[in-house]
C-alpha cells in the first residue's frame, strides 16, 4: 500500500495533522503517528522517506525556513533522483507565499502545477488520489516497460532538426499522430522533449481530452480544473463572442506558460478533424506573442494535420509516429519479458514475435496474456493482436470476458467520458476487488488519468466506442448504483466551481438535458447538447433531437463553425428519419447550409451535403436517388466510410447482393469486429452462386466471429446467420425455417431473422407463409 510522507513545519501542525489523521497510519509518515516518542532524528526521517511514494510538501513560511524540512526536500529529491518515490505534491498553504518564491528549489518549481490550498477536504482528496495512482504504479511491472524507450531514432532525428531549425524558431504546439492506439505518441513527445532538455525526466505531463463533439468551451473548463481561476467559473459562454472565448483561453494557457507548465492534449477529431484542418479557435490560440519561441503544448492527434497549417514557421511541428521496426519491437517484447521476470525458450520468443506487428500496446497485451494465462492458452489467443483495427479491442474483451467486474467498470467508463475515482467507488464500493480490477484495467492501458491530481480517468476511445455500439448494459445492481448516485446529485443545485466534481457535474447536466429539464444558460455548453443530441439519434428519439439542435443554432454567432456545422449535421439526419408532416420542407431548407457554406479555411461541406441528400432518399424508400447521391460522395472520397455503409444497405435494400458483395468485404475488413459489417457481408458472399472452397471457410469464420461478439445483439444476427448457411449452403429449408420461426416466437423482435425468413419464403416461393408473417408481425413487417 502507497504511502505519504508530510513534510512541514511544525508551526503549521494544526492543519497537517488533521490531514494525517484523515490518511491513518498505514498511509502516511507523520511525526506524532509514524515516529518514535521523542524527538526525530535525521535517521528517522530518511528511513520515513525510504518507504514513501508520494512527497508531500505543505510549503509556508515557516516551512521555507526549517532546517529539518530542507533535509526532507534534499533527501527526496534523492530518493526521486533514484525513482524510490514516484510522486511529489507541492502546496502552498500560507497565503504570503508565492510560487515564485526564491526559496522553492527549482526541480520543484519547474515540473510541478504549485496551487495554493486552502480547504484540508481538498488537500485530503488529492493526496488520497495520488496515492491510488501510486498503488497503480507501485505493483505492476509497467513501471519498468514505460520506461524503455526504444528505437524512433529517424523520428527523433527529425525532431531536432524542427526544434532546431534555420529560422531558430521553437515551435509552440508539438504534433504527434496516428490512427492506432498504443502505437506510442504520448511515449515519442515525452522522451524527444526529456532528450531536447525541455523536460525533465520526473515531468508528469497533465492530459486533457478532447473529443470530435467538444470545442474551446470544453477546452477552458478543462484547463480550469487543473488550474483553477474562480473567475471562469462565473462566465456564461452563451453570451460571449468566440473571440472572448479565445481572449480567455489564452489568458489560462498563459497561467501554465508561466509556471514552465507544458498542456498535453489528447486530441480525437475535436481539434485535428477527420480532414486534416486544424479549427481556427486553436490555430489562432497558437499564434500569441507570449506562446513565441517556446514549447506550450504537446498535442497527441488520430489525425494528420493539414501541411499549410503546419508549414507556418514558429507555431506547429508536427510528427508522424508509425510502427517500430522488427528489431525495435524484438527489443521492448524482450525487455518487457525481463521486467516481468517471465522465462521463456528461443522458439516461444520467436512464436511470439511473429505475431507483433509493430505497436507498442501489442507488446502489453501479449505479457498480459503470457503472465495471467498458461503459455499454452496464451498462444492460442495471441493470434488476435495481428490486425490493426478494433478487432484488437475484441481480443482484450475477450482477455477479460471471465472478470464481471472489470467487463462492468469498462462498461461504467464508456458511459461517462470523464470519471473520477469517487464515482467509480460510488458505483462499484470501495474494496480490495474493486482496487484489483482497475490495477488489471491500468496495466492492459485501457484507460489514462485525467488532470493534474490524477482524480479522474478516461477510457480508451476505441475500447469506448466498441462497447457503447454493442449496446453493452451495466448488471443491475451496478446499474442502480449509479441511478442512486444521478438522483442525488440531480437534487442538489447544478453549479459549477472549484470544489466540483466535474464528472458529477457532467452526469448531472446530461440527466437533465435527457429529462428535458431546463439548463442555466451560463451552462449552455454546446458540446453537452452535441454529445446528448447524439445519444437521443442513436436511441430513436429525433423529436428530442431537433428541440435540442434548434436550442444550439439559436446562439450560432457565439460558438465555432465546427460546432454548427455537426449540429446541423445530426438536425438533417433527425428530419430524415421523423417523417412528421413539415420535417421534409424543414430538411431541405436545413440541407442548403451544406450546400453553401464554405468556411474560413476554404473546404466546403458539399460532401456532407450528398450524403445527407443520399440518406434522405434510402429513408424515403426511393434507393435509385439515394445510390446517385452516395456514389457522388464516393467519387470525391473514395474512402468515405458512411456512404460505403450506407450504399452496401441501399443495395441488400432492392436485393442486389452480388452488386453489394465487393464493398461489403471492404467495409468488413476495414472493421471486423463491427457485427454489422459482418452481417452485411455474410448475407452478400452466403448468396453467391458457386462458391470456392476458401469463401464457404470465410462464411464460417463470419459466424465464428458474430459469435465471439459482444454486442448484446449478437445471438439475434448469429441465428439470422446460421439459418441463411442452413438454407443457401446445407439446402436445409425446414432447419432454416424452424430456427428463425423459433426466434421469431421467443423474441417477437427480431428485423434480422424476420428479413431473413422473409426472403426464405419469396424464393420457395410460400406466398401464404409470407402474409401470415407479415400479419404476425406487422411492426417487423413496417420496418422490413
Partial sequence: MAKAFLSHSSADKNLVEIIAKQLGRNRCHYDSLTFEAGEKSIDEIFTGL??????????????????????????????????????????????TITYNDERIPNWIKKPYNIQYFDNQVLILKKITQLLRESD???????????????????????????????????????????????????????NAMMKANIIDKWYEPVYIPINSKESIEDF?????????????????????????????AKDLIKKFVSKNEIIFIVDDGGIILPNTIIVPWFYDLLSHEDFYNQVNICLISRYRPNFRQTNDSGKIASFQVDELSPNDIRTLFIQSLHAYDIKLNTDDIKFFLNHLHGIPGQVTYAINLIKSLSLHEAKKLVSDIKELDEYNVLALLDFLSDDTLCIQILIALSKIEIISY???YEIFGNNEEVSRSLQKLFDLSLFYNVSSTHEYLKLNTSVSDYINRSQLELENKYNL??????????????????????????????????????????????????????????????DTVIDLSNQILQFGNKFDSQIIRETKYWLCSAYCKDHRKGNKDKFFEEIQYFKTQINENEYNNLKDYNFLMGFYYRNSDQMEKAEEYFTKVLSSDPNHSRSKRELVSVY???????????????????????????????KCLVRKSDLNSDEKLTLKELLERTAKNVDK????????????????????????????????????????????????????????????????????????
Fill in 220 to 248: 477552458i473548463y478543462k484547463l480550469n480544473f487543473i488550474e483553477k481561476t474562480k473567475e471562469i467559473f462565473k462566465y456564461d459562454f452563451s453570451k460571449e463572442t468566440l473571440e472572448t472565448k479565445i481572449t480567455i
Fill in 422 to 424: 469517487d464515482i467509480i
Fill in 50 to 95: 525510504e518507504s514513501t511514494d508520494v512527497f508531500v510538501l505543505f510549503i509556508s513560511d515557516n516551512a521555507l525556513n526549517s532546517e529539518w524540512v530542507k533535509k526532507e526536500i534534499s533527501q527526496a529529491k534523492h530518493l526521486i533522483d533514484r525513482q524510490k518515490i514516484s510522486r511529489i505534491f507541492p502546496l502552498i498553504i500560507d497565503k
Fill in 713 to 784: 445483439r449478437k445471438d439475434e444476427f448469429h441465428t439470422a446467420m446460421s439459418s441463411e448457411y442452413e438454407y443457401f449452403i446445407n439446402h436445409k429449408v425446414d432447419v432454416a425455417i424452424a430456427d428463425l420461426k423459433e426466434t421469431l416466437k421467443t423474441t417477437k423482435r427480431s428485423i434480422h431473422c424476420f428479413k431473413a425468413l422473409s426472403d426464405i419464403y419469396r424464393r420457395i416461393d410460400a406466398q401464404d407463409e409470407l402474409t401470415k408473417l407479415n400479419r404476425l408481425y406487422p411492426d417487423l413487417a413496417k420496418q422490413h
Fill in 481 to 542: 448504483n449509479l441511478k442512486e448516485f444521478v438522483s442525488k446529485s440531480l437534487q442538489k443545485p447544478l453549479e459549477l466551481n472549484e470544489n466540483t466534481d466535474y464528472s458529477e457535474f457532467l452526469i448531472s447536466l446530461e440527466s437533465m438535458i435527457k429529462a428535458k429539464q431546463p439548463i442555466p444558460s451560463k451552462y449552455f455548453i454546446p458540446s453537452f447538447f452535441l454529445k446528448s443530441i447524439v445519444r437521443e439519434y442513436y436511441e430513436g428519439n429525433y
Fill in 652 to 682: 441488400l435494400r432492392q436485393g442486389f447482393y452480388s452488386k453489394a458483395l465487393n464493398l461489403a468485404e471492404e467495409n468488413f475488413k476495414k472493421s471486423k469486429s463491427n457485427i454489422h459489417h459482418i452481417n452485411a457481408y455474410f
Fill in 136 to 190: 497503480f504504479q507501485k505493483y505492476t511491472h509497467l513501471k519498468n516497460i514505460n520506461n524503455s524507450f526504444v528505437g524512433r531514432n529517424n523520428l527523433l532525428g527529425n525532431f531536432e532538426e524542427k526544434l532546431y531549425n534555420a529560422e531558430n524558431v521553437i515551435p509552440s504546439c508539438l504534433i504527434s499522430y496516428s490512427y492506432f492506439d498504443g502505437i506510442g505518441r504520448r511515449t515519442f513527445l515525452k
